[in-house]
Structure formats: structure tokens, C-alpha cells
């Protein structure tokens, strides 16, 4: 996102609009302007004229639920404004809101010719991507229909059928075609001497297979109202620290973002349910490994995140062997698109499996959910799928066969697996990349503490007490093997990864930090790697670096290189905790407390890395999205580490 667009979100929906309120309709690589809808552009086009010239930005969009600015026309020093006209816009459940109202600065009365040229062109949001990827889309068709208070606009490509319905109040004079496929809306106001004009126009959109019975609400503080009491209740009730502020507002607008990123999911019995979206814009869907750390975080907090979140999981859990899915039986999903090039299999992502470790974090949210609680009611009910996953960890999962978990480049889907996913993301301290089967080393740590706990499962709520020996032997293998296997002597710190043959993957990573969350280290190993995480070369002021610098492979603006990851922080910080390294716990959460205190107490997806020695304020990561679940969860985890130090 670049500055000049402002981020609008409510569950599955969100806007992306310019700082005069508009939707430009010019299609740029790595841009996704417009109203989406279940990954699908339902307003591509939105731009208001005011007797045919785009009037001039007086006061620009703001940052918040509400986009509002004013706007004047274009004009010089000794030729005041002839009018003001006000823009207020605000996003629900599938619809979009604008209430417009135009006053007169003239004694005399005033017509204007006021339009809204507006279009649909329902494109996936996979083809706004920056990897300049065309998809065929033969028979395809858009249509639109002129309405009594409007225009709808019809999108058909064999089954799937999509829909953008667009009416105002007052109906306007009359709609027009523009030979470009969009329609003008355009009304001609009568203005008395500092009269005023409203409009309020209304956009539903209607995407393929959405059946519910959804009404646009009046007006964008309608909108605002429903959001400000879905966020009222994610906040409410929250101890926050009276000592530490600033903690106080991260986690407060934390909670507020994480009530505006629910999509809706289904469970195992269709019942309904809304998940912690990964991300806006890009990943406002359901990503397995994203949910569970959101769900992590927030536990303590608002356990219904998990309670959600595991059903949701367990209801798209595999159950065959899938190569273009990446699926076996027992893993946990990745990523779960709605779209229409998922759903014509042009993408893999309707259900897509390319994760190595959300199966394993399934497994630890599951015990934690039941210890948290005190509940264990979901542990019973999901054992099944419980099972099956630690069944996929054994078996397909490579623990058996390799003593580790295991994964493979993805050709059609990612290259790698954890959740430093990116190309290149993995290598050695040289930029090396490793051949052949990877074993990355932060999904052993999840998988040793998914046996832990699924081990206390078993002995607690299953009363299965051999089954309870065997993980718990599992893991106390897991431990030991990977001790001997990823541990550097000559660094007194594990390797990111072992390659295909078995050989360390030697960058110096903040994945470490992982392991001391999932307590895989012997407490002195533990120790040393905390402590070696703050110096100087990983922390960077403003958080541990995903690389330390020096290496040949560290860039600051690297994705996974060098930059710094509230989230991976957040782990860091409640390792160090459970190692007993509380000032360094203490240390990296001022950090990123700090870091979000610069940006109106908002974490976001990632920062770059340079240090704050150089640079007085963080350094934005130049394509990170703007708010982002687990980012958001992340100052939770810090209050759970530190409390209110």
C-alpha cells in the first residue's frame, strides 16, 4: 500500500481508497484499489466529478474505520471555492456506504452537475499480484443493468456468478454509459444561497456462492457504530497495565484491529463461525499458521479467537493425498481462498496444505485452549482430529522417517514452508539456498511441544495413558536428536535449517527464538541463544532482525532477511520469559512497544531492519500489510511475557 490509499476493513470485506475518497479504476501491479469481497474487486471504479472536473483535496483521508475528507473545486487565490463538498465513506459486511453533502459558499443560488462513475470489474485479487501472472478466462461475460435507484453489475464465467449492486438516495437524474463499460451516476443539484445538498449512495455486493440475506445499512456511521461496538467488545473487559501506557494503547488497538479482521469459517457440524483473518489487504482469509499464533496470543485474553479458530481448522483438515494441494491425511490448511480462480483450480489456494507447521500449532493451541480454560470439552470433541494430526507428524510429516518434520519446494505453490515462506527465506549465512528436503528448525520446536501437549491431552482428557507415553517419548527423542543435529558449536547457536543430506543450514536467524518458546533448548543452550539474540547484530533497537547483520545474506528490506517481525518478536519475547531472561524479555518488548508508539500504537506485518541508532523512528517495510492479525495479537503476548514492566 502506498500512502496515497487508505485501508477500510470489516470482516471479509475491504476498501482501498484514494486520499479524495476515490477508486482510480487503473489497474497497477501490487496496488489492490477498489472494494473486495472474498478475494474477488467488486468496485474497481469510483470517482466523483463535479461538473465534469475531479474537484481538489482540501483535507485528505485519514487513518481510521471512517474514510472522511473535504474537497473543494480546483481554483485560484482570488477565486474562492464556490462550494465544500464533504465525503464520508465506511465499509460493513459486503457493502460499502458514501454520504456526500455539498454546501454552497455562494449568496446566490448555485447548480451543479455532481457524478459518480462507477464499475465492477470483479477481478481476483491473485491478479493484482506483483508476479505479472495472467489467467485465462474464456466464456467469461460482465453485464450491467440500469435500476430505478441505480445500476448492478453482473459478472458470469460458467457456474460462477457474481453480482455489485450500486443505489442512491436521492435516485440519480440519470445514468450514462461511458464507452468504457463503467456508468455515471449523475445528478444536477439545485443549491440556494448557502444551500446544502446530501446524497447517500450504497454499494451490496453479492459474491459467488454468498446466499445470506444482507441489508446495506443507512449510512457510514451506521457502519461506524457496528464497528466501534464489535471493537468495544474485543476490548472490553481486558486488564490493561496502569504503569505502562503505552502497552496499554498497542494492546487496546490491537484488540480493536483483531474484532475487524473476523471472516467467516465453518466447523466440523456446519455451524458458523468468524476466524482471525492473516491480513489487509492481501490475506483477508483464513491462513492456518496466522490464526493460530492470532489465536496464541490472544488466549489469555479472548479465548473465543481459539474456540473458533479450532473447529474452523478441523473442519478443513485433509483427509487424502493431494499433490497440487499439498495435502495429506491429518494436515492442517494453510490458506483457504473463495475466489474464482480458486475455485477453477487457475490457483491451488482454495484449500491449500503448503505448511509444515500449522499442524503442529494446531496441536499446541488445542492443549493450551484446555489448559487456559479449563475446558476440556473442545479437546474431546476435535480428538479425532487431533489424532490425525499427530498421525500426519509421524508419518507424511517425516518425524518417523527422517526425525524431523519435513518439507519440499512447492513448484506450483511456495517454495517453502515455515513461516519464513518466501523465496530465498532459508539459506545459509551466504545467501546459499539448501537443495532437495528441508527441516527447518522452528517446526521442530513446535512439533516437540505439540507432542508435549498433545501427550498431556491424552493423559487428561482422553484417559489414554500409553498413547500419552508414546508422544511423550517422541518428543524427549525429538530433543535430543535435534541438540546433537542443528546445534553450531562455533557460533553456540542452532542452524536455521538442515538440508536434504542432513547439513546445517548455517545462517544466524531469529527462528532460535522459537525454540526457546517451545522450550526445545536445555536451559543452558536456552540461555546462550537468548542472550545472543540482543546483541547488537540481531537487535535492532526496534526488534530481533529475522537475520543477523554481517552475514552476506542480511538485507534490511529483505522480507525474510533482515527485517524485523512483530510476531516473531512476540515469540522471542515469551521465549526469553520462559527461559528466565527477564530483562532481555523486557528489553525487545519496550522495543517493539516503542516501535508501535510511532504509528498511532499500531504493530505492523513487519519493519525494516535498520538499526535505531541510525534511525530515530522505525523504518516501514515498503509492502507490509497494514493491519495484520498476528501483529495485531502480538502486543497481547508482550503483557503475557512482561506484564506491565
Known amino acids: 500500500m502506498t500512502d496515497r490509499h487508505h485501508l477500510l476493513v470489516f470482516g471479509g470485506t475491504f476498501a482501498a481508497v484514494g486520499d479524495g475518497g476515490d477508486i482510480s479504476g487503473v489497474r497497477t501491479a501490487g496496488s489492490p484499489e477498489g472494494l473486495f469481497v472474498r478475494d474477488a474487486r467488486h468496485l474497481s471504479r469510483w470517482q466523483l466529478t463535479v461538473d465534469g472536473a475531479v474537484p481538489e483535496t482540501l ?12 474537497l ?62 495472467t489467467y485465462a478466462k474464456s466464456g467469461a461475460t460482465r453485464s450491467r443493468q440500469v435500476l430505478d435507484h441505480g445500476v448492478e453489475f453482473t459478472y458470469q464465467r460458467a457456474d460462477w456468478r457474481s453480482l455489485t449492486t450500486v443505489t442512491a438516495d436521492p435516485p440519480p ?28 449512495l450504497r454499494v451490496m455486493a453479492r459474491p459467488h456462492g ?49 474484532a475487524a479482521l473476523q471472516v467467516p469459517a465453518t466447523g466440523p457440524d456446519g455451524e458458523e463461525l468468524r476466524v482471525p483473518a492473516a491480513g489487509a489487504p492481501w490475506f ?42 499439498v495435502s495429506q491425511p491429518g494436515k492442517i490448511v494453510h490458506e483457504v481462498r473463495h475466489g474464482e480462480l480458486a475455485h477453477f483450480a487457475q490457483v491451488p489456494y482454495a484449500r491449500y496444505y503448503g505448511s509444515v507447521d500449522a499442524t503442529p500449532l494446531f496441536l499446541i493451541l488445542l492443549g493450551a485452549h484446555a489448559e487456559q480454560t479449563g475446558d476440556l470439552s473442545m479437546a474431546r470433541r476435535l480428538e479425532p482430529h487431533a489424532r490425525a494430526a499427530i498421525g500426519w507428524m509421524l508419518d507424511h510429516g517425516g518425524l518417523t522417517s527422517r526425525g524431523y518434520l519435513v518439507y519440499r519446494a512447492d513448484q506450483g505453490g511456495l517454495a517453502n514452508q515455515n513461516w519464513k515462506d518466501s523465496p530465498g527465506a532459508i539459506c545459509s549465512a551466504d545467501g546459499t539456498r539448501p537443495g532437495g528436503p528441508v527441516m527447518a528448525a522452528g517446526a521442530q ?40 543435529d542443528f546445534w553450531m558449536p562455533e557460533h553456540s547457536f542452532p542452524a536455521l535449517a ?11 536467524a ?27 547484530d540481531f537487535f535492532s533497537g526496534w526488534g530481533v532482525r529475522t537475520l543477523a547483520s554481517g552475514q552476506p545474506a542480511y538485507h534490511p528490506l529483505s522480507y525474510h532477511r533482515g527485517s524485523v517481525w512483530p510476531h516473531d518478536n512476540a515469540l522471542i519475547t515469551l521465549g526469553l520469559a520462559r527461559y528466565g531472561l527477564h530483562d532481555e524479555a523486557r528489553t525487545v518488548a519496550h522495543a517493539l512497544v516503542d516501535a508501535a508508539t510511532t504509528t498511532g500504537h499500531r504493530l505492523p506485518e513487519v519493519l525494516a531492519g535498520y538499526g535505531r541508532d541510525t534511525h530515530t523512528e522505525p523504518v516501514p517495510y515498503p509492502h507490509a500489510c497494514v493491519r495484520e492479525s498476528r501483529s495485531a495479537a502480538a502486543p497481547l503476548a508482550l503483557l503475557t511475557a512482561v506484564g506491565g514492566a
Open 445 to 484: 520446536g513446535y512439533a516437540y511441544d505439540a507432542l508435549r501437549r498433545t501427550a498431556w491431552l491424552a493423559r487428561t482428557a482422553w484417559q489414554d495413558e500409553t498413547y500419552a507415553a508414546l508422544l511423550e517419548q517422541a518428543a524427549a527423542d525429538l530433543r535430543d536428536r535435534f541438540q546433537r
Open 210 to 258: 454468498d446466499k445470506r440475506a444482507l441489508r446495506v445499512p443507512r449510512s457510514p456511521s451506521a457502519l461506524t457504530t457496528q464497528l466501534l461496538s464489535l471493537e468495544g467488545e474485543f476490548v472490553e473487559g481486558v486488564a490493561f497495565p496502569t504503569g505502562w501506557p503505552e502497552l496499554a494503547a498497542a494492546c487496546a488497538r490491537g484488540l480493536a484491529d483483531l
Open 72 to 133: 473543494v473545486p480546483r481554483g485560484g487565490r482570488n477565486e474562492p471555492p464556490a462550494y465544500t463538498l464533504f465525503r464520508e465513506q465506511a465499509v460493513g459486511d459486503n457493502s460499502f456506504v458514501e454520504s456526500l453533502r455539498v454546501t454552497s459558499n455562494r449568496p446566490v443560488p448555485t447548480t451543479i452537475r455532481l457524478a459518480i462513475t462507477a464499475d465492477a470489474d470483479f477481478t481476483d485479487q491473485f491478479e493484482l499480484r506483483s508476479d505479472h501472472r
Open 284 to 325: 483477508l482469509a483464513l491462513l492456518g499458521r496466522d490464526a493460530l499464533l492470532t489465536s496464541l496470543f490472544a488466549l489469555p485474553y479472548r479465548p473465543q479467537l481459539a474456540a473458533a479458530t479450532l473447529p474452523a481448522l478441523a473442519a478443513t483438515q485433509a483427509t487424502e493425498n493431494s499433490l497440487d494441494a
Open 59 to 70: 483535507t485528505p483521508v485519514a487513518d481510521g474505520d471512517t474514510a472522511r475528507c473535504v
Open 173 to 200: 437524474d440519470t445514468v450514462e454509459e461511458t464507452g468504457t463499460g463503467a456508468r455515471r451516476l449523475l445528478w444536477i443539484l439545485d443549491l440556494p444561497p448557502h444551500g446544502t445538498e446530501e446524497l447517500t
Open 498 to 508: 538442515l538440508d536434504g543430506g542432513g547439513h546445517q543450514v548455517n545462517a544466524l
Open 510 to 536: 531469529s527462528d532460535a527464538g522459537h525454540l526457546l518458546w517451545s522450550g526445545l533448548l536445555d536451559k543452558e543452550y536456552g540461555e546462550a541463544v537468548g542472550r545472543r539474540l540482543l546483541e547488537p
